[in-house]
């Protein structure tokens, strides 16, 4: 009789559970549910608002304006968005901890806006200096070095909590120049957004986007004919064009955390949530 091999079983190894620190290692990869974590600033009436108000709803907007009667949602007051956007003016910093509880618990909003971060500064300036409305423009010797040094660390725990949340978060912000008075010419100006430079340091790197909103004149497309070629030209029409600037630029702030060798375009005309998240999906 042929002599039969026995065939060899190979033990398979059997992982056992890692304890510890170690026990936390897994692959790289983002859940569609933490939303987007997004600065957006840009002069007043460039449309900020009327981009936030495209994302997924049910939005919050938590106005901190400074004004008794805010303004900031008169772009948006129709009764589409009457039905998906809501509103909470706060009157003191602390209230942002009851909104991200609640929010943490509930999970009631798709987005939340804060709108915007500048006001939201300016509350907790009063607050530290104890009075009950800032100067139109603060003068040298209004707050101290200690006072903005401790406005800087609330506005961070603030705004720390806020983009902790497991949704979109929109931090919304008038814009500011910086280093215009910078001395030393190897700094080159740059805006972002008016908040102090400690917040701003702070809060580029915290949000997965910065973007800048624009205006520029509206344009359109004219071809002439020169003999046997046609010459593409682009001339001045009546309105404006709305643009969310996106691509690096080396004057205006810019992020948008994409694998390298993706192509940004400079900026987006008309922006919407679904345009940015058409880049943001491009890989």
Known sequence: ???????????????????????KIKPIGFDNDDGIKMNLYGRSGTGKTTLWATFPKPILAIVCSGGNKPGELRSIDTPEYRKTVEQLQIASSTEISEIVDYQSEEGKY??????????LQDLILKEILGIDELPAQLGWGVAKQQDWGQCALKMKENLRALLSLSCNVIVVAQEREFNTDNENELIMPFVASALTPSVVGWLN??????????????????????????VISRKNVKGVDYCLRTAPHDVFTTKFRLPKGLELPEFIVDPSYDKIMALINQS
Do not use: N, W
């Open 205 to 230: 790197p915290a949000c997965d986007y910065l973007c800048q909103t624009f205006i520029q004149q509206k344009t359109k497309e004219v071809k002439t004919k020169i003999g046997k070629k046609t």
């Open 1 to 23: 009789m042929p002599k039969v091999s026995k065939q060899s079983v190979r033990k398979t190894r059997t992982r056992k559970p890692v304890k510890g620190v170690l026990g």
């Open 110 to 119: 798709a987005t939340i806006v804060l709108d915007h971060a500048s006001g």
